[in-house]
């Protein structure tokens, strides 16, 4: 299965790799704009034209200025998934927690040349953060695999291994891992259980329900 998503993001796009940005508010048309593509992000300017009464040279012009700004970023989601396609069957979250004096840019720039990043991690990392975690510089990620067994070995044969190989044995001083039993919501406005078919929120969804900012 697949459902399709669009971001709203609250600040100017950043360089990649960086923290933080310039924040910059949205009008009642561009509101009204990114209301019609949360719902379905593949609907056409004419269309969100129709449902909204902003011209449709503004549709364009504005939905074309805020993907340029990072305002609107488009994504796909493939349900995995045992509802889905079937190729992993459950979900573990760790929260890894790096020694003092390992740097956030550091980190950075090893996940850039880390080989593995564009190999087997983009297999089996459904998402990752970098946090921070009581002081130190962390990383929370969720990993999908057949089975926790398989997710295990994984993060004990492969991750570790690799952050360990970049920023030195016992780099990390801290891990929690935590069984996912189901995702509920994606980014504010989607419920897949609740308020989506066929890849795109129901019709039906109240508008009132659609969070913008």
């Known amino acids: 299965m697949l459902y399709t998503y669009t971001r709203v993001c609250r600040q100017r796009k950043p360089a990649p ?7 910059r508010g949205i009008d009642h048309q561009e509101n009204l704009i990114l209301r019609e593509l949360i719902k379905n992000p593949r609907i056409s300017d004419n269309q969100i034209g129709k449902n909204t009464r902003v011209p ?3 549709v364009n012009r504005k939905r074309k200025k805020m993907e340029e700004e990072g305002i609107i970023q ?3 989601k493939v349900n995995y ?3 889905g396609i079937g190729t992993y069957g459950a979900q573990i ?10 740097q956030l840019n550091t980190v950075i720039e090893e996940i850039r040349t880390e080989p ?5 991690f983009t297999k089996y990392i459904l998402d990752s953060f970098l946090i921070e975690y009581s002081g130190h510089i962390g990383l929370f ?5 057949k089975n926790h067994k398989e997710i295990t070995e994984l993060f004990n044969s492969v991750l570790l291994p690799s952050l360990e190989r970049n920023h030195g044995k016992g780099c990390v001083v801290g891990i929690e891992a935590i069984p996912i039993i ?5 980014f504010h406005n989607y419920l897949p259980f609740l308020n989506m078919a066929g890849g795109i929120i129901k019709k039906d969804w109240p508008n009132e329900n659609i969070f913008v900012s």
């Not at 979250?93 to 390992?102: A, P, Q, R």
């Not at 189901?182 to 994606?186: A, F, K, N, S, V």
């Open 141 to 145: 990620i969720i990993i999908e695999g």
């Open 81 to 83: 998934g045992e509802s």
């Open 116 to 120: 593995k990043v564009k190999s087997v």
């Open 56 to 58: 449709i040279r503004t």
């Open 17 to 23: 790799f960086t923290i933080g940005g310039t924040m």
């Open 93 to 102: 979250s760790y929260i890894l927690k790096f020694k003092i004096g390992i």
């Open 182 to 186: 189901q995702e509920l919501r994606y």
């Open 74 to 76: 488009y994504l796909a």
